[in-house]
């Protein structure tokens, strides 16, 4: 269990670096959220390993499963990232949106329509060289997943409809609006629904394509695509006006207002950008995976799991990066361990639950962590 | 009544250090000591809410131990809370038995009971109440009085009140005083918490300053003075009396007609407010809270929509212009709630303080914000305010209220305003604190910038300002000079105009209020 050291890294500077003071009240500074989310990961371990003893098997013996599956080879690596990819760009999405102070559910929808945009994107435009084909067929994804998000936005921002309701029905939406489309005008297969391959000039480059070495994997360019948004938005929240006023509208809409911030339009923006983020994601899935859209029966979960990503990593890219390099981490190992160390895959999801349960009850971990440190007499701090 | 050797630390904070008390029955004891100094605390340790970390407390002799407020009821016992815990709709006899009902049989409250049981001790004590009116409909300081008689019928010998004239105008404060003495006079013992010098020397019979957890000392009001005991109080010589030469005022920047607002319930907040505001004055708007002053902030700041009048500023029509277009057109403003309005609190100071020129050079360039300009910007205004922070990095939420105020007030006079809106700008503050706001504030006017001053505290109005205006019902119903003005007359405006029993404008008042 050694090994679970690396993955997760730092959150990096959080939006007020230093200073914690501690003679007024207990601030969480952004050293000892790592401290938590490492403490999380651990004991979330610990949970798991007790229920693989549980089972009668080794947890060691499982532990190693886990770690072969994503570290065993380049391919496995990669394999690993074509798991995580998608999970920073949702993660993203919901951290920018949080930071405005809004809880957008829907990048599960956001993320549908962006596939089935690229996928189309993909193949209607013919005669692009590929960076132009490619770019544009990213930046329909954007647009769909913006698109999506616009009606939440609107209702929130302008008749105060709480967007969590109107995300979540707009998940509902996309499953079978792109069900309607992909049986229908945009079905390009006799009788499968699906759309058309996109052309050659929109697909995102493989790193191990099977042809050149043995090890082989999908992982492909829209790895550095996620990393690159990633960047984009630490900038955009953090080094700009823009973010300084989405973050004060998400912070304190009343003081953003008194000193003449719109919050309504900044409220708009983030959710726009919010889906936007999650939609390139689902179109790094097609132009980078999958090469077309397949009908989605039911959802594909990244949008959800992105709100796991997204509270793990503090809603800061960095820790986006880390929560979903865990999260990919734990998906792809789960199957592993159970072919090899027959384990079922559903520990893994008790492994997640139980980390996500310390992350979001920092207090508890904090309040067990003074415990152990100084004895029991802060027990009646708060 | 002795309490020995109080001692109660927070995390990080020593709130009593050590403190001896006693209070013998029939005399009124004043706590003085500024915000934050530890008097609310010792009286809940003495009224059983929090537990001392060391020393002892005697009642008649007796080492008590004091674990909840029911035993401290028990014994004796009663507090009365700064913000008045009754419960609004239920009648004035309700709220006084509430907790220790006359019953019929097990179940069934003995409501005739109860009433005449009120209308006992209110003989009793001279305190005269309607025992049937309901408590939403009827005036603060007959609240106040509902508050005390419930203390009283629990049996209180010990009674507690926890700045009991925030909340009162001059004439009820007098109306307070003549209850205190009376109660007094009948063998109570009363605690009297309080910040506000001039009341203690006329209501108390003891005075205990207490200074950063300790008994600064311990006088007899004949004995001193208000300036002796604001230094007690803080530690150092105290201007008491702000200092400020003739107001010369110039050219008019702000002015208001017939403005007309609701409030957030939609109730009409401003009925046709109209004065002018003049370069290197200030006009100081007293009122009790609640009758519009909130709102004609708002509407002059551009926070809330005027449904009638016109506002101009330096002649040219600015009604119903948005925040940002009042702040460019020159009105900074000082919020009165600055933790919800004036400060984002998860910002650091140096964010904080661009909140109204961050868009601007030298602080944007394009979409870039240029955090070295940000933070060297900060260091400069943290040292002229001398804000008492570690460092422009830390968040405005782990400072003192004062040093909040600070960072709000030298980001509003970083903007260079020519009208500046300052709402209770010292609320909560600390002596120290209010020096310092004051000494801007004139500062400021003698720069030849227009004040538009709103304070509850008279004090505040009348030794700030140049001219005052008096609100009530949403009107200006009175403007003096503060050179003329007479604290007896601006009370009697405050409350409507005359008539003070519990008529009708009582009852306005009281829904105002609410509202």
Redesign the interface.
């Given at each position: 269990m050694r090994e679970k050291k690396e993955v997760v890294p730092a959150p990096a500077g959080a939006?007020?670096?230093?200073?914690?003071?501690?003679?007024?009240?207990l601030?969480l500074g952004d050293f000892e959220r790592v401290w938590i989310a490492v403490l999380a990961v651990l004991i979330g371990m610990v949970v798991g390993a007790l229920f693989v003893l549980w089972s009668g098997k080794n947890p060691l013996v499982a532990y190693q499963a886990l770690w072969q599956a994503s570290f065993a080879n380049w391919s496995s690596f990669g394999e690993m990232l074509v798991n995580v990819t998608p999970l920073i760009f949702t993660g993203l999405a919901i951290a920018f949106a949080f930071r405005a102070g809004l809880f957008n559910i829907g990048a599960e929808g956001q993320f549908i329509v962006g596939q089935i945009a690229a996928a189309w994107a993909g193949y209607a435009f013919t005669g692009l060289p590929a960076v132009l084909h490619v770019t544009l067929a990213l930046l329909a994804g954007f647009l769909a997943g913006a698109l999506w998000a616009a009606v939440p936005a609107y209702l929130k921002a302008k008749r105060g409809v709480h967007e969590v309701i109107n995300t979540i029905m707009m998940n509902y939406i996309a499953l079978y609006f792109t069900h309607f489309l992909v049986n229908g005008v945009l079905r390009g297969h006799p009788y499968l629904p699906v759309t058309k391959e996109i052309l050659p000039t929109a697909r995102l480059f493989r790193f191990l394509p099977n042809a050149l070495i043995a090890e082989s994997s999908r992982v492909n360019a829209g790895f550095l695509v996620a990393l690159a948004c990633a960047l984009l938005v630490y900038y955009l929240m953090w080094?700009?006006?823009?973010?300084?006023?989405i973050?004060?509208v998400g912070?304190?809409p009343?003081?953003?207002?008194?000193?003449?911030i719109s919050v309504a339009k900044n409220l708009i923006l983030a959710m726009l950008v919010s889906g936007g983020l999650a939609g390139i994601g689902g179109a790094v899935q097609v132009l980078g995976i999958q090469y077309k859209f397949y009908d989605i029966f039911s959802f594909t979960n990244y949008g959800f799991d992105g709100i796991a990503v997204a509270l793990i990593g503090n809603n800061h890219p960095a820790g986006v990066l880390g929560g979903a390099l865990l999260f990919g981490f734990l998906a792809r190992g789960g199957t592993a361990m159970q072919s090899i160390a027959e384990v079922p895959k559903e520990i893994i999801n008790i492994i997640q639950a139980a980390i996500i349960i310390f992350v979001a009850a920092d207090m508890m971990i904090r309040r067990l962590f003074r415990l152990k440190r100084k004895g029991v007499t802060?027990g009646a701090?708060e | 009544m002795q309490m020995k050797g109080i001692g109660k630390v927070f995390p990080g904070v020593v709130a009593n250090d050590g403190i001896d008390l006693e209070i013998i029955p029939g005399e009124i004891h004043t706590l003085l000591g500024e915000n934050g100094a530890g008097k609310t605390t010792l009286m809940n340790v003495l009224y059983g809410l929090y537990q001392p970390d060391a020393g002892e407390i005697y009642l008649r002799g007796r080492r008590v131990a004091i674990g909840d407020p029911n035993v401290a009821i028990a014994l004796g016992i009663g507090m009365v809370h700064q913000h008045f815990m009754l419960i609004p709709p239920f009648t004035v006899a309700e709220n006084i038995v509430l907790g220790d009902e006359p019953r019929k049989g097990r179940v069934f409250i003995d409501m005739k009971k109860a009433i005449r049981d009120v209308e006992a001790i209110s003989e009793k004590y001279g305190l005269k109440v309607d025992p049937l009116a309901r408590v939403e409909n009827i005036s603060v300081s007959m609240q106040q009085r509902v508050e005390i008689l419930k203390a009283l019928h629990r049996g209180a010998e010990i009674l507690i009140l926890d700045e009991p004239t925030a909340v009162l105008i001059p004439q009820e404060v007098r109306e307070l005083k003549m209850i205190t003495d009376n109660l007094a006079a009948q063998g109570k013992a009363i605690i009297f918490i309080t910040h506000k010098l001039k009341e203690v020397m006329a209501m108390s019979h003891r005075i205990t300053v207490i200074r950063r957890g300790k008994v600064a000392g311990s006088v007899n009001p004949q004995e001193t003075t208000p300036a002796a005991l604001a230094s007690m109080m803080v530690g150092r010589e105290v201007l008491l009396q702000v200092e400020k030469g003739p107001a010369s005022p110039g050219e008019t920047l702000l002015s208001v007609e017939n403005l007309e607002a609701v409030n957030n319930r939609k109730l009409p907040a401003l009925r046709g407010i109209s004065f002018e505001l003049r370069a290197g004055e200030i006009l100081g708007i007293a009122g009790v809270d609640g009758n519009g002053q909130s709102e004609l902030v708002e509407v002059i700041t551009g926070l809330r929509k005027a449904n009638g009048g016109r506002l101009q500023i330096k002649g040219r029509d600015m009604t119903n212009k948005g925040p940002r277009q009042m702040a460019e057109a020159g009105v900074a403003h000082i919020p009165e709630d600055r933790q919800k309005r004036g400060l984002i609190l998860d910002f650091n100071v140096a964010e904080n303080l661009i909140l109204g020129s961050y868009f601007k050079r030298p602080f944007a360039r394009g979409i870039n914000l240029r955090y070295d300009r940000v933070y060297s910007h900060a260091r400069e205004l943290i040292k002229e305010f001398d804000v008492r922070t570690p460092h422009e990095k830390t968040p405005a939420k782990s400072l003192s209220g004062g040093n909040q105020q600070k960072v709000i007030l030298a980001r509003e006079f970083d903007m260079s305003p020519e009208i500046l809106v300052a709402a209770q700008p010292t609320r909560g503050l600390d002596v120290g604190a209010i020096e310092f706001v004051h000494h801007r504030l004139v500062e400021q006017r003698d720069k030849g910038k227009a004040i538009l001053l709103v304070s509850l505290e008279l004090d505040e109005i009348l030794s700030l300002s140049d001219r005052i205006a008096v609100m009530y019902g949403g009107k200006i119903v009175g403007m003096v000079d503060a050179a003329d003005a007479d604290e007896e007359e601006l009370g009697l405006m405050m409350a409507g105009g005359g008539q003070r029993d519990e008529g009708e404008s009582a009852a306005l008042r009281g829904a105002t209020r609410n509202a």
């Amino acid at each position: 269990m050694r090994e679970k050291k690396e993955v997760v890294p730092a959150p990096a500077g959080a939006a007020t670096p230093v200073a914690s003071t501690p003679w007024r009240g207990l601030r969480l500074g952004d050293f000892e959220r790592v401290w938590i989310a490492v403490l999380a990961v651990l004991i979330g371990m610990v949970v798991g390993a007790l229920f693989v003893l549980w089972s009668g098997k080794n947890p060691l013996v499982a532990y190693q499963a886990l770690w072969q599956a994503s570290f065993a080879n380049w391919s496995s690596f990669g394999e690993m990232l074509v798991n995580v990819t998608p999970l920073i760009f949702t993660g993203l999405a919901i951290a920018f949106a949080f930071r405005a102070g809004l809880f957008n559910i829907g990048a599960e929808g956001q993320f549908i329509v962006g596939q089935i945009a690229a996928a189309w994107a993909g193949y209607a435009f013919t005669g692009l060289p590929a960076v132009l084909h490619v770019t544009l067929a990213l930046l329909a994804g954007f647009l769909a997943g913006a698109l999506w998000a616009a009606v939440p936005a609107y209702l929130k921002a302008k008749r105060g409809v709480h967007e969590v309701i109107n995300t979540i029905m707009m998940n509902y939406i996309a499953l079978y609006f792109t069900h309607f489309l992909v049986n229908g005008v945009l079905r390009g297969h006799p009788y499968l629904p699906v759309t058309k391959e996109i052309l050659p000039t929109a697909r995102l480059f493989r790193f191990l394509p099977n042809a050149l070495i043995a090890e082989s994997s999908r992982v492909n360019a829209g790895f550095l695509v996620a990393l690159a948004c990633a960047l984009l938005v630490y900038y955009l929240m953090w080094k700009t006006t823009v973010g300084y006023e989405i973050r004060a509208v998400g912070l304190n809409p009343t003081a953003a207002e008194y000193r003449g911030i719109s919050v309504a339009k900044n409220l708009i923006l983030a959710m726009l950008v919010s889906g936007g983020l999650a939609g390139i994601g689902g179109a790094v899935q097609v132009l980078g995976i999958q090469y077309k859209f397949y009908d989605i029966f039911s959802f594909t979960n990244y949008g959800f799991d992105g709100i796991a990503v997204a509270l793990i990593g503090n809603n800061h890219p960095a820790g986006v990066l880390g929560g979903a390099l865990l999260f990919g981490f734990l998906a792809r190992g789960g199957t592993a361990m159970q072919s090899i160390a027959e384990v079922p895959k559903e520990i893994i999801n008790i492994i997640q639950a139980a980390i996500i349960i310390f992350v979001a009850a920092d207090m508890m971990i904090r309040r067990l962590f003074r415990l152990k440190r100084k004895g029991v007499t802060d027990g009646a701090l708060e | 009544m002795q309490m020995k050797g109080i001692g109660k630390v927070f995390p990080g904070v020593v709130a009593n250090d050590g403190i001896d008390l006693e209070i013998i029955p029939g005399e009124i004891h004043t706590l003085l000591g500024e915000n934050g100094a530890g008097k609310t605390t010792l009286m809940n340790v003495l009224y059983g809410l929090y537990q001392p970390d060391a020393g002892e407390i005697y009642l008649r002799g007796r080492r008590v131990a004091i674990g909840d407020p029911n035993v401290a009821i028990a014994l004796g016992i009663g507090m009365v809370h700064q913000h008045f815990m009754l419960i609004p709709p239920f009648t004035v006899a309700e709220n006084i038995v509430l907790g220790d009902e006359p019953r019929k049989g097990r179940v069934f409250i003995d409501m005739k009971k109860a009433i005449r049981d009120v209308e006992a001790i209110s003989e009793k004590y001279g305190l005269k109440v309607d025992p049937l009116a309901r408590v939403e409909n009827i005036s603060v300081s007959m609240q106040q009085r509902v508050e005390i008689l419930k203390a009283l019928h629990r049996g209180a010998e010990i009674l507690i009140l926890d700045e009991p004239t925030a909340v009162l105008i001059p004439q009820e404060v007098r109306e307070l005083k003549m209850i205190t003495d009376n109660l007094a006079a009948q063998g109570k013992a009363i605690i009297f918490i309080t910040h506000k010098l001039k009341e203690v020397m006329a209501m108390s019979h003891r005075i205990t300053v207490i200074r950063r957890g300790k008994v600064a000392g311990s006088v007899n009001p004949q004995e001193t003075t208000p300036a002796a005991l604001a230094s007690m109080m803080v530690g150092r010589e105290v201007l008491l009396q702000v200092e400020k030469g003739p107001a010369s005022p110039g050219e008019t920047l702000l002015s208001v007609e017939n403005l007309e607002a609701v409030n957030n319930r939609k109730l009409p907040a401003l009925r046709g407010i109209s004065f002018e505001l003049r370069a290197g004055e200030i006009l100081g708007i007293a009122g009790v809270d609640g009758n519009g002053q909130s709102e004609l902030v708002e509407v002059i700041t551009g926070l809330r929509k005027a449904n009638g009048g016109r506002l101009q500023i330096k002649g040219r029509d600015m009604t119903n212009k948005g925040p940002r277009q009042m702040a460019e057109a020159g009105v900074a403003h000082i919020p009165e709630d600055r933790q919800k309005r004036g400060l984002i609190l998860d910002f650091n100071v140096a964010e904080n303080l661009i909140l109204g020129s961050y868009f601007k050079r030298p602080f944007a360039r394009g979409i870039n914000l240029r955090y070295d300009r940000v933070y060297s910007h900060a260091r400069e205004l943290i040292k002229e305010f001398d804000v008492r922070t570690p460092h422009e990095k830390t968040p405005a939420k782990s400072l003192s209220g004062g040093n909040q105020q600070k960072v709000i007030l030298a980001r509003e006079f970083d903007m260079s305003p020519e009208i500046l809106v300052a709402a209770q700008p010292t609320r909560g503050l600390d002596v120290g604190a209010i020096e310092f706001v004051h000494h801007r504030l004139v500062e400021q006017r003698d720069k030849g910038k227009a004040i538009l001053l709103v304070s509850l505290e008279l004090d505040e109005i009348l030794s700030l300002s140049d001219r005052i205006a008096v609100m009530y019902g949403g009107k200006i119903v009175g403007m003096v000079d503060a050179a003329d003005a007479d604290e007896e007359e601006l009370g009697l405006m405050m409350a409507g105009g005359g008539q003070r029993d519990e008529g009708e404008s009582a009852a306005l008042r009281g829904a105002t209020r609410n509202a």
